[in-house]
């Protein structure tokens, strides 16, 4: 099951508050996030931050705080959704982000990695064409997170001939998105 935020009154207008509709007029993106509890509290972070500047945040759990929880059973669902095109980009994040790129990448269609800079953030999907950022929530701050997350969802597929080249070399079955 899979959560909606923020909610969205009966005409459509966002639940949120007033300052909220008067900064953001528009719905900017449609985002999947994902994590087990090794980001759970960061993923909450950043579900309050991106919520307020009107995104739709599609919640792949964990709802709750399992220390016996798995990543691939959140971050899988994620990686299909955004590869079937239901949400524009994923965020996925475990304890040190590896373990949710991996199985990311796992699905056709879904181009994770794992993402430490600015310039990876916004590079992974002007040349890569990525399309989930993958973070560490015991080694990433809140704010180097968002930072990281703006940067990733601010960015554009350049559609450079030599990128998307390289994208069908390395991938040619997963490539379907780029055309």
């Known amino acids: 099951m899979t959560f909606i935020w923020p909610p ?23 985002i999947g996030i994902a994590s087990d509890h090794g980001g759970f509290e960061l993923k909450r972070m950043l579900i ?26 959140y971050v899988i669902p994620l990686a299909r959704s955004v590869a079937n095109g239901e949400v ?6 475990c304890g040190s982000g590896v373990g949710a790129s991996i199985a990311a990448n796992k699905i056709e269609g879904a181009r994770a ?21 993958c973070l560490g929530g015991r080694i990433t701050g809140v ?4 930072e990281l997350v703006l940067a990733f969802l601010n960015a554009k597929f350049s559609r450079g001939d030599r990128h998307i080249r390289r994208i069908r070399k390395a991938d040619p079955a997963g490539t379907k998105l780029l055309d």
């Open 8 to 30: 969205l009154h009966p005409w459509g207008e966002f639940v949120a508050p007033f300052y909220t509709l008067i900064l953001f007029k528009r719905i900017k993106m449609k």
């Open 88 to 93: 524009e980009r994923g965020i996925a994040v």
């Open 143 to 146: 704010e180097t997170a968002m």
């Open 48 to 73: 309050s931050r991106l919520s307020v500047m009107n995104h739709i945040l599609v919640d792949f759990g964990n709802y709750q705080y399992d220390s016996g929880d798995d990543y691939p059973d």
């Open 113 to 133: 990695a794992l993402i430490t800079d600015h310039f990876a953030a916004h590079q992974g999907v002007e040349d890569d064409a990525m399309n989930i950022i």
